[in-house]
T-cell receptor, first 115, second 114 residues
Framework: DQQVKQNSPSLSVQEGRISILNCDYTNSMFDYFLWYKKYPAEGPTFLISISSIKDKNEDGRFTVFLNKSAKHLSLHIVPSQPGDSAVYFCAASAIHETSGSRLTFGEGTQLTVNP | DTGVSQDPRHKITKRGQNVTFRCDPISEHNRLYWYRQTLGQGPEFLTYFQNEAQLEKSRLLSDRFSAERPKGSFSTLEIQRTEQGDSAMYLC????????????FGAGTRLSVL
């Protein structure tokens, strides 16, 4: 039962263009969503998050959009840079559960930004 | 600024041996999590501590696995009688808890069971 899905295993974009990474979830209890970036041989690094009470959150070149009715979120990176090449994970949690807010991750999308 | 530290980074062991991994969280973080990641997958939750109390365990955590967090500081994850299926990256994360519970990850311990 994959509650968080990233349907694109890989994405390739040109430097300077927009990268759009997508994520779908099924559990309606999820109310907080995060994106992590992972380089080889390193742990996931937190990028940006969004609460379910919002539909958009921006931080510099990164913007996350949330469509609750569609249970879909996306990460936009603009402009894309070669250093953005990494695996991007979408994660979700149910903040207000008493369970400690474990993260449920998608499978990841490998982003390659070509110079 | 000290992040989450994990030791060792790599561990190679023979099937049937016991292994222990250590995680040092960010010092002011009271929550500590263990996850496991296999090739091509995202991290999967194993267990969670609030201070020294282990409050949740995943079904993935068989009885060969045990985790501790004495005094609410560092944590250890022990795997007894390792099997080849235990080969994975073991990730530790820590957080301050609510309201956002953003989890910060260490670099992980890569376990190879031969």
């Amino acid at each position: 039962d994959q509650q968080v899905k990233q349907n694109s295993p890989s994405l390739s974009v040109q430097e300077g263009r927009i990268s759009i990474l997508n994520c779908d979830y099924t559990n309606s209890m999820f109310d907080y969503f995060l994106w992590y970036k992972k380089y080889p041989a390193e742990g996931p690094t937190f990028l940006i998050s969004i609460s379910s009470i919002k539909d958009k959150n921006e931080d510099g070149r990164f913007t996350v959009f949330l469509n609750k009715s569609a249970k879909h979120l996306s990460l936009h990176i603009v402009p894309s840079q070669p250093g953005d090449s990494a695996v991007y994970f979408c994660a979700a949690s149910a903040i207000h559960e008493t369970s400690g807010s474990r993260l449920t991750f998608g499978e990841g999308t490998q982003l390659t930004v070509n110079p | 600024d000290t992040g989450v530290s994990q030791d060792p980074r790599h561990k190679i062991t023979k099937r049937g041996q016991n292994v222990t991994f250590r995680c040092d969280p960010i010092s002011e973080h009271n929550r500590l999590y263990w996850y496991r990641q296999t090739l091509g997958q995202g991290p999967e939750f194993l267990t969670y501590f609030q201070n020294e109390a282990q409050l949740e365990k995943s079904r993935l955590l068989s009885d060969r696995f045990s985790a501790e967090r004495p005094k609410g500081s560092f944590s250890t994850l022990e795997i007894q009688r390792t099997e080849q299926g235990d080969s994975a990256m073991y990730l530790c994360a820590s957080s301050l808890g609510l309201p956002k519970n953003i989890q910060y990850f260490g670099a992980g311990t890569r376990l190879s069971v031969l």
